[in-house]
């Protein structure tokens, strides 16, 4: 009798706390069904922000390109100067489908990928030891400021008469305009290492070589992927500005190119090419940096 009046006991709740769960999921149905309620409004409404926040860069683009459409269709702007954008969207799609545009497309992509990557090696491999060491930095960091004041166009004449209008004088003035803000940012992350994470490290016997592997590098990821971001857009203008200055082809030849015969559509595709790829390159760094926002120091 004991034990059948326990497993009762266990097995029915107390007539309290039933009424509670059933006015509770009561209240939980009605929230979730009765739409009018201010709950489920202020629910739906945080969905709804949540979304719209997803998709702001999508709308800015779209409005942007709509407004182009419709200005020059409207003759707001001078459809001469600036076509309207679905006509560069048919040109585009002309010179891609009769395969004039690819051989242009392949000569500024190599050349640009072989001259950043080339930027980042350089800008790391020298930002490090001018960030660890403050002997090194006090010793070039003024050269460092002159050099990266300097115009780079003024170079360009120098640079196509030293290498020639092929590939190897773009790659130059990409590697120019992309190593500086790589190798001033890795010295900046560093530099500015958090003193207590050393401080930890080396009260646990950690060695300099050590800290710099576990704390310093890893602490500076993140601000070579901003440096990286910022040596991006330099080093796509630089290149296409190098192509339309003394090159056989290239985007920015072809741009050049169409402009001299007042082809404006045609002198649109590749500036819109470079700013979608642009676009792209910069939202995956973006995501990268975002992955690796952990090891930035947090401020006291």
């Known amino acids: 009798m004991t034990g059948s009046a326990t497993a009762n006991t266990f097995a029915s709740p107390d007539p309290k706390e039933r009424a509670t769960a059933k006015q509770e999921q009561e209240a939980f149905d009605l929230v979730s069904v009765d739409e009018s309620n201010p709950l489920t409004t202020n629910r739906l409404w945080q969905r709804t922000r949540e979304l719209l926040s997803n998709w702001l860069g999508v709308i800015g683009v779209v409005a942007f390109f709509l407004g182009w459409e419709l200005?020059?269709?409207?003759?707001?702007?001078?459809?001469?100067?600036?076509?309207?954008f679905s006509k560069i969207i048919l040109?585009?799609?002309?010179?891609?489908?009769?395969?004039?545009?690819?051989?242009?497309?392949?000569?500024?992509?190599?050349?640009?990928?072989?001259?950043?990557?080339?930027s980042v090696v350089l800008g790391v491999v020298i930002g490090v030891p001018m960030g660890w060491y403050k002997a090194v930095h006090k010793t070039f960091d003024p050269l460092l400021s002159g050099i990266y004041a300097t115009p780079l166009i003024a170079l360009l004449p120098l640079i196509i008469m030293m290498f020639g209008l092929g590939s190897i004088s773009k790659i130059i003035m990409t590697i120019l305009a992309a190593v500086f803000p790589i190798l001033i940012n890795t010295m900046v992350g560093i530099a500015n290492t958090d003193n207590r994470l050393i401080t930890m490290a080396?009260?646990?016997?950690?060695?300099?070589?050590?800290?710099?592997?576990?704390?310093?590098?890893?602490?500076?990821?993140?601000?070579?992927?901003?440096g990286m971001?910022?040596?991006?857009?330099?080093?796509?203008?630089?290149?296409?500005?190098?192509?339309?200055?003394?090159?056989?082809?290239?985007?920015?030849?072809?741009?050049?190119?169409?402009?001299?015969?007042?082809?404006?559509?045609?002198?649109f595709v590749p500036i819109v090419i470079i700013a979608g790829m642009g676009a792209g390159l910069n939202e995956t760094l973006?995501?990268?940096?975002?992955?690796l926002d952990k090891w930035k120091p947090q401020k006291s």
């Open 229 to 267: 971001r910022v040596a991006l857009g330099r080093a796509l203008v630089y290149i296409v500005v190098a192509e339309q200055y003394g090159a056989a082809t290239g985007l920015g030849y072809l741009s050049s190119v169409a402009a001299q015969r007042f082809q404006m559509a045609a002198m």
């Open 202 to 226: 080396r009260a646990f016997g950690a060695y300099d070589s050590q800290i710099f592997m576990k704390v310093s590098l890893p602490g500076s990821l993140p601000y070579i992927v901003a």
């Open 71 to 84: 200005s020059t269709r409207l003759e707001i702007i001078n459809p001469f100067y600036f076509p309207p």
């Open 286 to 291: 973006k995501a990268v940096e975002r992955r």
């Open 91 to 118: 040109k585009g799609y002309e010179l891609f489908a009769n395969g004039s545009i690819w051989e242009h497309m392949w000569f500024s992509l190599t050349n640009f990928s072989i001259g950043f990557v080339i």
